[in-house]
């Protein structure tokens, strides 16, 4: 009877930890998306109220628009599966912000485009990372990951 106990405490204490892992590695995805999505929407908003360029501002625009897309189907998953949504989008990326904020608008345009590329190259490693770990069982998640790939990439 007792090594019948200790046999089924190691198995539910396995099982346990399969699911931490889990949901650890999802969670750990959902908020480092949900974060670097927050940056790429200010970022957008803030290119269009400071750039002298109308091409810029286009652009500004559909990140601002895709980004948008991306993170309301990030929280509305994370929500799904009882995860955390971050609400800040964190000190790396505020700090970020506040130093586009600041240059000149001489200078903005060019250091904004390479803060898109910069952080959309970090997105896409994160998202091709997701895509084809296997941490996250959740094949339709998975999917959903590599679905946006394409679109994080034309940008």
Known sequence: MKTYLKVCVVILGIITLQSFAQQTAEQDFINKSVMSNRFEIAMAEQAIEKSNSAATKAYARELVADHQKILAELEAYAQSKGLTIPQEMGREHQSRLESLAALNKDRYDQVFQ???V?????SIALFEQAGTDNTTEDDGFRS????????????
């Not at 959903?144 to 940008?155: A, E, F, M, T, V």
Request: charged letters at 30%; proline letters at 5%.
């Open 114 to 116: 390479e803060t898109a």
């Open 118 to 122: 910069t952080s959309h190259e970090k």
């Open 144 to 155: 959903w990951i590599n679905d946006r790939l394409p679109s994080l990439r034309s940008h």
